[in-house]
């Protein structure tokens, strides 16, 4: 059984002090859970925070967002490169809170996907529908476009050592996360669409859940022979709700 993986998305919280002392009490509550691996992506300026803190621990951090761009005249942007220069090994892309305030589009998120991987740093894909879509039945027409514009642009290779996260938007801090069966089909859905074009990228791939996760639903979630781990917002703003959630997963 591979090994799941359980990601922070800490979004715009916190400060120096907070999250100095969440940091403390996730490694105090994670460094001896050795069974899944556990990422924290926090918002830009605290990498350098979370690369002394967390340098040399079983916790990996990275962050939530990159510019599409590798360098440049871009105002506000932050290049792969600069992720790098403070330990980061992963990073978020096209959650669906910038998709809608930011009007990412998908071409975009596409060319984000590609810096990342070009810079050795592993890309998590968000991909999901709004309720509408989910409630028209077209989900599965939606989540397909979004891996397809990456595959039609860069070739489904490009998902080998990828992580993609299923985040139905209805999901998402809403309290209301989706089914165990309701996100074992859509994470089927994506390894087939994937292994479509290239079957081991697809089998090696790492498909996290997103939206709602709680160590009680965690359980469950994780259970899905698709599930390979979770995206995780507000719980993870409590080391001891993270702690379970990780323990579901190991
Ligand atoms: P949530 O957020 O756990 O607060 O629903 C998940 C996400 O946005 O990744």
């Given at each position: 059984?591979?090994?799941k993986?359980?990601?922070?998305?800490?979004?715009?919280?916190?400060?120096?002090?907070?999250?100095?002392?969440?940091m403390?009490?996730?490694?105090?509550?994670?460094?001896?859970?050795?069974?899944?691996?556990?990422?924290?992506?926090?918002?830009?300026?605290?990498?350098?925070?979370?690369?002394?803190?967390?340098?040399?621990?079983?916790?990996?951090?990275?962050?939530?967002?990159l510019?599409?761009?590798?360098?440049?005249?871009?105002?506000?942007?932050?290049?792969?490169?600069?992720?790098?220069?403070?330990?980061?090994?992963?990073?978020?892309?096209?959650?669906?809170?910038?998709?809608?305030?930011?009007?990412?589009?998908?071409?975009?998120?596409?060319?984000?996907?590609?810096?990342?991987?070009?810079?050795?740093?592993?890309?998590?894909?968000?991909?999901?529908?709004?309720?509408?879509?989910?409630?028209?039945?077209?989900?599965?027409?939606?989540?397909?476009?979004?891996?397809?514009?990456?595959?039609?642009?860069?070739?489904?290779?490009?998902?080998?050592?990828a992580?993609?996260?299923?985040e139905?938007?209805?999901?998402?801090?809403?309290?209301?996360?989706?089914t165990?069966?309701?996100?074992?089909?859509?994470?089927?859905?994506?390894?087939?669409?994937?292994a479509?074009?290239?079957?081991?990228?697809?089998?090696?791939?790492?498909?996290?859940?997103?939206?709602?996760?709680n160590?009680?639903?965690?359980?469950?979630?994780?259970?899905?022979?698709?599930?390979?781990?979770?995206?995780i917002?507000?719980?993870?703003l409590?080391?001891?709700?993270?702690?379970?959630?990780?323990?579901?997963?190991?």
């Open positions: 059984m591979p090994r993986l359980v990601v922070a998305n800490w979004k715009m919280h916190g400060n120096l002090i907070s999250n100095h002392q969440l403390i009490d996730y490694l105090d509550r994670l460094s001896a859970l050795n069974t899944v691996d556990v990422v924290v992506c926090v918002p830009y300026p605290y990498l350098a925070q979370a690369q002394s803190l967390l340098n040399g621990s079983v916790i990996a951090w990275g962050a939530q967002n510019s599409k761009d590798s360098v440049g005249a871009f105002t506000g942007e932050v290049s792969a490169n600069m992720l790098n220069d403070f330990g980061a090994t992963y990073v978020i892309i096209g959650h669906s809170e910038r998709a809608t305030a930011y009007c990412e589009s998908d071409e975009n998120i596409a060319a984000k996907f590609m810096q990342a991987k070009s810079h050795g740093l592993t890309p998590i894909l968000c991909v999901g529908e709004t309720l509408i879509e989910r409630e028209a039945g077209v989900m599965e027409m939606v989540v397909a476009k979004q891996i397809d514009t990456i595959i039609n642009r860069y070739g489904a290779e490009i998902f080998s050592g992580v993609v996260s299923y139905p938007i209805w999901a998402i801090g809403t309290g209301l996360a989706a165990p069966d309701q996100a074992q089909s859509m994470h089927e859905f994506i390894r087939n669409r994937i479509s074009h290239n079957k081991e990228a697809a089998s090696a791939l790492k498909i996290l859940y997103g939206g709602s996760v160590p009680q639903n965690a359980v469950q979630l994780f259970r899905m022979q698709d599930i390979d781990g979770g995206l917002g507000k719980c993870s409590s080391a001891q709700e993270f702690e379970g959630v990780c323990r579901a997963a190991s």
